[in-house]
């Protein structure tokens, strides 16, 4: 029920920013001259449904607006686990499963479709080129799913 809810939420927000859902106001350019920063900064006032693979893994890595967008990356892992957002194959999902515990525990239903989409699907890793990608999914898979840590 609770992700029933969830899903309906997200349909609503897609029309706004993750600056409108957090009541954020647009702030001064920051002066940091880095790609992420800037294009965060950019980010922050797309409208969700114009989210794209590439955006989710940039602002999903920088701890940004995870409440409205791990909904929106997992729905896209569900179409296409390994999908290449910007870098290689697996790279969204890598950023995902990477997301600090405490996302995990304020949302445990969203930890629990990303555990389903290793226990249902069929996430071909001969498809990944790079051996160091593998042990890295497949690593912070064991986190996510390891209680002890």
Known sequence: MKLEINNLMEEENLNKSINDLEG????KRPNFNSYAVQE????????LKFFEPQ?????????????????RAINVLKNDPLIEAQFFEGDLLLKVLNIDKRYWIDFPEWKEELIKLFKNSSINYDKLDDDDTKWEIYTAYENLTDDTK
Not at 24 to 27: E, G, T
Not at 55 to 64: F, H, T
């Open 24 to 27: 954020a106001k647009s702030s």
């Open 55 to 71: 955006d989710l893994r940039l602002m999903i890595g920088q701890n940004l607006g995870l409440k409205y967008l791990v909904p």
């Open 40 to 47: 965060s900064y950019n980010l922050m006032d797309k409208k």
